[in-house]
């Protein structure tokens, strides 16, 4: 199994600024990795897949990086609705799994 | 709109069983792999189970094989997962999601559906 971690578990950071939030992969997953954001009470949704491809109506300020077995996503300039938890997941092999989640708070 | 729509969560003994059914709508169901993730109360997210387009191809993260069963009816565009045997460890809120990369990534969820396992 493929474990992943993330860092930090908490990030706190003013609206306007940069985040840079860290998932790595205890063997290689190539670009085989995903980002997820989720609020209270809410779904997951996916933000980013194959490393650095925005998903859908994903805002450009959101960016992912990496592969093998370091990888980013950075948040270029934080905005009200962009505090929650963001989880990485890969999907090079099964199981696929999840990272613990970094949870990105107002400062 | 593609739309996934968790029922079958509730109250369940230790041991007991319980059935899940998602609804999807908006977009060719059986063209997709399908997922359950669950997420244990303040906890973080955990891949249960994918099947494939014709339900031929099913897995299960260790700690559900033998106990949960994925399963699918494209006629009725709907998902299932069957669990058995459960332990007050599976309480949790399960999501489906289509699986857009088959055997890979995420999007969209449903809602969730709450299982408590508790006597």
């Known amino acids: 199994e493929i474990v992943m971690t993330q860092s930090p578990a908490t990030l706190s950071v003013s609206p306007g600024e940069r985040a840079t939030l860290s998932c790595r992969a205890s063997q290689s997953v190539s670009s085989y990795l995903a980002w997820y954001q989720q609020k209270p009470g809410q779904a997951p949704r996916l933000l980013i897949y194959?490393?650095?491809t925005r998903a859908t109506g994903i805002p450009a300020r959101f960016s992912g990086s990496g592969s093998g077995t370091e990888f980013t996503l950075t948040i270029s300039s934080l905005q009200s609705e962009d505090f929650a938890v963001y989880y990485c997941q890969h999907y090079n092999s099964w199981p696929l799994t999840f990272g613990p989640g970094t949870k990105v708070d107002i400062k | 709109e593609v739309q996934l729509v968790e029922s079958g969560g509730g109250l369940v003994q230790p041991g007991g069983s319980l059935r899940l059914s998602c609804a999807a709508s908006?977009?060719?169901?059986?063209?997709?792999?399908m997922t359950w993730v669950r997420q244990a109360p303040g906890k973080g997210l955990e891949w249960v189970a994918n099947i494939n387009q014709d339900g031929s191809g099913k897995y299960y993260v260790d700690s559900v094989k033998g106990r949960f069963t994925i399963s699918r009816d494209n006629a009725k565009n709907s998902l299932y997962l069957q669990m058995n045997s459960l332990r007050a460890e599976d309480m949790a809120v399960y999501y489906c999601?289509?699986?857009?990369?088959?055997?890979?990534?995420?999007?969209?969820w449903g809602q969730g559906t709450l299982v408590t396992v508790s006597s």
């Open positions: 999601a289509r699986d857009a990369g088959g055997g890979g990534w995420f999007d969209p």
């Open positions: 908006g977009f060719t169901f059986s063209s997709y792999w």
């Open positions: 194959g490393a650095s």
